[in-house]
């Protein structure tokens, strides 16, 4: 978490250094007194404080950190100018006693997290369990074939050719090779256990739906989410509709409308 706090406060002073931003000044993205960019140094200063700017809100929003913006540059602005309000002291008590307040914090969200989805999870596994055609493995994996497919089974040390649409339990979709408009290739001794031992299940030409616990997905593991993507919480059971197009060096198959 410090590294985080530091890395934050560094890109926030290069955006006050760059832009030239004065105290106080209005955040408002339509405001009238925005920067002129001419000159090519101007262009540099200005991606590279965009750049800085982008990683910390990024890193501030993934850890659910609330700060005050204009406090943030005027910290820094009265840093740069020698006229800081606060000591080298002061500045480094402070900043440790948050950063264990954010720990504390992100750890009691953790475990609130993991217990909820754990809850959800195990009932809707239970529920699914009782589907028509659903059958479990050893390992706890659920799973329904709705297509066996006509050709080779993979093996665990094979590389396969798939399309698939991953959900949360809730319904909203994590990632799709279908909403990328391009088929996916995966070794299955390099992805999550449920894949591994899920797509052996079928042959080539088949489709399947897994359900996975999150020992044969991602664990207590949490994961952002990216576009229009949904998050991966700590403990969550996914859903894959998985269709197997290829085993290793087949040609790979072009798509149909």
């Not at 989805?117 to 390992?139: C, I, L, Q």
């Not at 706890?140 to 959900?167: M, R, S």
């Not at 999550?192 to 020992?215: M, N, S």
Request: contains cysteine; glycine residues 8%.
């Amino acid at each position: 978490m410090k590294s985080l706090i530091k890395m934050t406060l560094l890109s926030s002073a290069i955006i006050v250094a760059l832009v030239g931003c004065d105290d106080k000044k209005s955040t408002d993205a339509n405001r009238a007194d925005k920067v002129q960019i001419t000159t090519d140094a101007q262009k540099e200063a200005y991606a590279l404080g965009s750049s800085f700017a982008s990683y910390m809100k990024a890193n501030l929003d993934q850890n659910q950190i609330k700060a005050d913006t204009d406090y943030i540059i005027s910290g820094f602005s009265e840093t740069f100018r020698d006229s800081s309000q606060q000591t080298d002291a002061e500045v480094k008590t402070i900043l440790d006693a948050f950063s264990q307040r954010l720990q504390a914090e992100t750890k009691a969200r953790i475990e609130k997290e993991i217990e909820e989805n754990t809850a959800a999870g195990d009932k809707f596994r239970a529920e699914f369990a009782k589907e028509d055609g659903v059958k479990k493995t050893d390992s706890g994996l659920l799973y329904k074939i709705v297509q066996e497919g006509t050709g080779p089974h993979p093996t665990a040390d094979d590389t396969v050719i798939v399309h698939y649409t991953g959900t949360l339990i809730d319904g909203r979709k994590f990632d799709s090779s279908y909403d990328r408009g391009e088929t996916a290739t995966f070794p299955l001794n390099g992805v999550i256990k449920g894949w591994t031992e899920g797509i052996q299940l079928i042959g080539v030409g088949g489709k399947i739906k897994l359900v996975l616990p999150p020992d044969l997905a991602y664990g207590n593991q949490s994961m952002p989410g990216q576009g229009e993507n949904a998050g991966i919480g700590a403990a969550s059971t996914l859903v894959f509709d998985v269709e197997l197009l290829g085993i290793d060096d087949q040609e790979k198959p072009k798509l149909t409308n």
